[in-house]
């Protein structure tokens, strides 16, 4: 799982630099790799996995993303903005831009709207992937069950 | 596409990996004269150590001395005085053989991309994000002149060569080339 975790976020920034000017593909494949991620955390769950190892592993896999958004921000508060961690973070959450620009093309300040979700995006999947952790598997038994049950 | 990718990847790490992207300015701006630019003008912008081509930014002029720029992550695509684009070691003015009317609608139709996000790695036909280059591409596109062929990527460079357009002025920091 760790192995997965760390290693698939990589692998889906690469895929999706190849996939430029296929944002339906991008949507899916970033989609695909959300909801697997979630099916291998409510798996690792159902299996006796403390809840310790997929939050290390969860932030260890978005560690790169985050350190990136806060070079960016205290290089901005500095007043000499870092090209460099710019870069990073753009193409650390570049799988989920399809996402982000479903946000209003708005300034908050002298920010755009993108940039700040940008900024909390890899915190935002660390706390959805421990989510699924806790969500997924209540979530699959009750489906389970009303399906069982079905109409009397 | 997947080739002009790789081949774009490529060039642009290896040029990361020796600090260069934007380019560095040297510090002594152009003696830029901008008194005769028209609105849909194209400033081409040159620093040296640009990782993606020998002219390293793009932008499009709208008139009253203004500049719709998409050049930054953090604040999107902006309006800028134009004597900002002084402070670049070469600059050139490209020109396109177009009406006047053509040229107000080219600018109102920029307007609309103003506080779009920035996305260097947004494909050509995704409206809701800008980089330079394809913000200029993609305001001429939508009044039917195409200044270049849709690649992937649509870099400065691809509008330098352009037939669609004509160099109008050039100026180096040392120097006007010639107008």
């Given amino acids: ?152 | 596409m997947q080739s002009r990718t790789l081949e774009f990847l490529h060039v642009v790490s290896k040029e990361i990996m020796r600090g260069h992207l934007n380019g560095t300015f040297q510090g002594r701006p152009t003696r830029a004269d901008f008194s005769e630019l028209k609105p849909g003008d194209i400033l081409l912008c040159h620093n040296h150590n640009g990782g993606y081509g020998y002219w390293t930014h793009a932008v499009l002029y709208l008139g009253d001395n203004r500049i719709l720029d998409a050049n930054d992550f953090v604040k999107g695509t902006e309006i800028r005085r134009v004597e900002e684009y002084r402070n670049y070691d070469e600059v050139e003015v490209l020109r396109a053989d177009i009406s006047e009317d053509t040229r107000k609608y080219i600018v109102q139709c920029a307007l609309e991309d103003k506080d779009k996000p920035y996305d260097l790695f947004g494909g050509l036909n995704d409206q809701r994000s800008e980089y330079c280059s394809k913000l200029v591409w993609q305001v001429y596109s939508r009044q039917g002149i195409l200044l270049c062929p849709p690649h992937v990527w649509v870099v400065p460079d691809d509008l330098s060569k352009s037939a669609r357009l004509s160099q109008i002025a050039h100026w180096t920091s040392d120097a006007e080339i010639g107008s």
């Fill in chain 1, 1 to 152: 799982m760790g192995r997965y975790l760390c290693d698939s976020y990589i692998a889906l920034v690469v895929v999706s630099l190849f996939l430029i000017g296929h944002e339906g593909l991008e949507l899916i494949v970033a989609s695909g790799w959300l909801l697997s991620t979630w099916g291998i955390l409510a798996y690792s769950r159902q299996h006796g996995s403390q809840i310790w190892r997929p939050f290390l592993l969860g932030l260890l896999s978005q560690l790169p993303g985050m350190v990136a958004a806060l070079v960016s921000l205290w290089f901005l508060e500095a007043g000499h903005p870092n090209e460099l961690a710019n870069g990073v973070l753009e193409l650390w959450v570049n799988p989920f831009m399809p996402f982000l620009e479903l946000l209003p093309a708005v300034r908050i300040g002298q920010w755009s709207a993108v940039y700040i979700a940008a900024c909390f995006l890899p915190i935002a999947l660390f706390v959805a992937n421990i989510g699924a952790y806790y969500l997924c598997r209540p979530s699959v038994e009750i489906c389970m069950k009303l399906v069982k049950s079905g109409p009397e």
